[in-house]
């Protein structure tokens, strides 16, 4: 079972910034669309931006403009650069991929165990 390793979370004041990164860890065929989803406390989980394996990128509309979301295939890696954050903003972002383990497995969704951003007023 494939779990994706985020990092970058933490504490910031309203109005800072933080680099989110997640690497999908082990041998991977091919990896499509990856993105970041974020949870609050007592809130459905929600998109905040995803980025298929061409680049082509999509975003909340409440984040536009201020977050970036970008990948490097070769690391396997995807990122989410956060700036101007707000206190509403605070929860726990995960991590999702859509990867293909082996050419001859179907794609799956795949996630990360979550990393807490949480902003303060």
């Known amino acids: 079972q494939v779990q994706l390793v985020e990092s970058g979370g933490g504490l910031v004041q309203a109005g800072g910034s933080l680099r989110l990164s997640c690497v999908a860890p082990?041998?991977?065929?091919?990896?499509?669309?990856m993105g970041w989803y974020r949870q609050a406390p007592g809130k459905q989980r929600e998109l905040v931006a995803t980025i298929s394996s061409g680049g082509s990128t999509n975003y909340q509309d409440s984040v536009k403009g201020r977050f970036t979301i970008s990948r490097d295939n070769a690391k396997k890696t995807v990122y989410l650069q956060m700036n101007s954050l707000k206190p509403e903003e605070t929860a726990v972002y995960y991590c999702?991929?859509?990867?293909?383990?082996?050419?001859?497995?179907?794609?799956?969704?795949?996630w990360g165990q979550g990393t807490q951003v949480t902003v303060s007023s």
């Open positions: 999702n991929a859509k990867l293909k383990l082996a050419s001859w497995l179907p794609v799956r969704d795949y």
């Open positions: 082990g041998s991977i065929f091919s990896i499509n669309d």
